[in-house]
């Protein structure tokens, strides 16, 4: 019964390690990077909502494209 405990967390942690890499390879996790990364650098500082987060990250991608698929 330890045995199928043990592949049992197993797999779930290979699980969420697969959703980790995907949301990061789909740039999911950008917004939480980016308050981490505002936290560090402006403390006290008011950081953008997550509205204005992707309208400022899409306008800048229009602006300036690079390599991307789409």
């Given at each position: 019964?330890?045995?199928?405990?043990?592949?049992a967390?197993?797999?779930?942690?290979?699980?969420?390690?697969f959703?980790w890499?995907?949301?990061?390879?789909?740039?999911?996790?950008a917004?939480?990077?980016?308050?981490d990364?505002?936290?560090?650098?402006?403390?006290?500082?008011?950081?953008?909502?997550e509205?204005?987060?992707?309208?400022?990250?899409?306008?800048?991608?229009?602006?300036?494209?690079?390599?991307?698929?789409?």
């Amino acid at each position: 019964m330890a045995a199928l405990g043990r592949a049992a967390l197993s797999l779930r942690r290979g699980w969420h390690g697969f959703v980790w890499f995907f949301k990061g390879v789909m740039g999911e996790n950008a917004y939480q990077a980016y308050l981490d990364h505002h936290r560090a650098t402006h403390p006290g500082g008011t950081p953008m909502s997550e509205r204005e987060f992707w309208r400022d990250r899409m306008d800048r991608q229009d602006a300036s494209p690079q390599g991307r698929c789409c």
